[in-house]
Structures are given as C-alpha cells and as structure tokens.
C-alpha cells in the first residue's frame, strides 16, 4: 500500500480501530496521530491498515484568514520563539509556530474578538540561549511599535527564561500601554495544551488599560483563569505544571477570566496613558549571578573580576548572609569599584544584613541590600544600571531604588485567588 506521512489512516489491531493521521518514524513501528492529539505506536507485523485520506486531500483546502474588524484596538504580536500558534508538521513530526497575523487568527480564532493584529518575528530561538543582546533587539522592537500607534503588545516568549526577558524590559521601556508576555507549558498537539487559553487572555490584557510590562499564564491547572503578573516579580515555579508562574512577595496585579476575558484586579498598576513612552536600552551583560553554598570559597568573586565583570549579585542565605570568610573578598571588590548586590535564596521575604553580626560586617564591606528582589531581577537591573552609569555612588543609588516595581514595601508571601 502506498502510504506516505500525514495520511490518515484506520488501524485495526486485534478487536480494537484507531483512526489518525500517520507520523514519522525512526523506528519500524507505524505511529499515528490520534484526534486526541495523543500519538500511538503499533507494531506493523501486528496490524492491518487501510488509506482513509490521502495527505494532498487534506491540505487542498485552503484555510481562508479570518477579517479584522477595523473598530478594535490594535495589538502587534512579537514572536521571540513562543508557540502562540503552531502546528504539526506531517513531514518531520514536530510542532512548528506560525507567526503571521492569519496564522494566528486561523489558529486561536477567539483572537479576532479582541483586537486587530500586526505580527512579526523579532527572533525565533529557544529561550535558554536568550541574551541581553536579545533583550534590547525586543525593547527596541517594541519602542518602534507602540511609536507606530500599537495600543497594545503581546510578545511570545519560552517560558524558561520569560521571566528574565519581561524583567529587562520593565527597566528598559517606559510604556505608556500593556506589554504582555505570554507562552506555553505544552505544546498545541497536546490535548492539554495551554497556548489558546494563555493567548486569549493576553490578548484581553493587551487591550486593557493596565500599562506595565506583565506575563500573563494559567493560574491554576485547570481552565478557568490565567493570573496577570508584574514583569519584575514573577518566577517559573515548576518545570512542566500549566500554573507554573507565580508572583513572588506581592500578590498578582490581577486575573482573566477565560470565558467572558473580563480583568479583576488585586493591586494598583500604571493606567494607560499614564507614562510617557522612553527607551533606555543599554545593557553591560558582564554581572555575575552567584549562588552561596555552605563551604563554598570566595575565590569564586575573584575569578569573576579577574573575567572582566563589572557587577556581581550573590544569592546568600536566610536574610541575606555569606560566610565570614567571603567578607575580606568582597570588600575588595567594593573597594575596586565593583558593586556588590545581596539577595536571598529564601526567594519569599526580605533581607536585611542587619540583625546579625555577619550582615553588619556584609555592610560594613560595601554590599548593597536587594531588598526583596528576586536574585534574577536583581541581576537584570544591575546589568541595566550598569548600562545607564559608571559612576559607583550612582550605581548604588539606583539598586535601591523601586523603578519599576521590583522592590515593595511590604512583603505578601501567600495568596489564593
């Protein structure tokens, strides 16, 4: 029989029926893609199988994009990578994004209800490889959008380092309209994907008047709501759970309801209009992240300096602490110029290098207090600082400073909603 990928075929295997798609395969197994979305693998030798729809049949029909209704705000949509649209490819088995204005429509057709939409690809990568040159080809990307008349942005981003990216944009851009993240635990060929559900909800943000750089993903695991976070206070808490963001010592700035994409919020925000829109999108990616460890040595500071770094961030214990061994190394790095941040493993509460006798000699050696910023954002804002000045006694004036919502007053470590 003359079958070729993307087929769809009926498989009968003893008393049972399967009907699919065929996939590729780099064994002798035959796969087929079930209407579940779930793939299921036979053994050849063991089956009959019998040609349904030819794969040319399938795809003779052209999908016809859907119109944009010309009286609804207009959103541009940035792929860095994301999945907000994607499909299987028959040929190679893989899911693959499409990041045109009617790819996307055609795909999440709940999209045409919100908003119109521009599109294009920034970059297309995974998001462990991003970078802070990335960082401020996006800034810069968005800038120019919202200067020609978005009222609204959604970038697609990979979840593993989304949280890096939307913390360099908050200290970068000054918007005067919603930037939204959004990305995908799972894949659209999975039946549990989250793309739909994430993107629609984004898109209900971007259209809001809620003018902050935010990511917005599933709040629990259900389909129910997705939860708006601050782009500076939000971190993957799981590595495959549909809820794996969350907001770390604040609550979220609000949730969307997935059935009627209607926003309620929990805390203040900047309305749109609000900012001017401003760019600074300088960036020295020479700062080092370093993660405290009972016994580790402080050489670790002085290979970093030696490399060139001009910044480092250490994520201590407890409060904000290091051994009393790393004090002398630091004060040297202080004492060359190099501003060093501390900040807490702890992730929920503050530091404060001030109750115990090693965070006052912490002090007395120059560290500057992280406050309650996530070691991630702290390391962001200290490569953004670093980007706007050299001068030391500026630099340390503004990692203490609140810009753009990365340090509260107060700390909220849990919430319900």
Known sequence: MDLEVGDTVKVVRKNSVYEGVLMPTTTKNTVIKLDNGYNVGFDTGKIQIELLKKANASKSKKETPRGQKQN???????STGGTIASRVDYRTGAVTSQFTAEDILNAIPELSEIARYNSSAIYTILSENMHPDNWIKLAQAVHEEIKNGAEGIIITHGTDTMAYTAAALSFMIQTPVPIVLVGSQRSADRPSSDNAMNAICASAVATSDIAEVCVVMHATTSDDFCHIHRGVKVRKMHTSRRDAF??????????VNYKDRSITTFTTYKKRGESELSLKASLDPEVALIKYTAGASPEIIDLYINAGYRGI???GTGLGHVSSTWIPTIKRATGNGVPVVITSQCLNGRVCDRVYDTGRDMLKAGVIEGEDMLPEVALVKLMWTLGQTQDYEKICKIMIENLAGEITPCTTTSFQA
């Not at 609804?72 to 940035?78: A, K, M």
């Open 313 to 315: 961030v250490i994520e």
């Open 72 to 78: 609804l705000p207009l959103v541009s949509i940035l």
């Open 246 to 255: 969350k907001s770390v010592n604040t609550l979220p700035i609000g949730r």
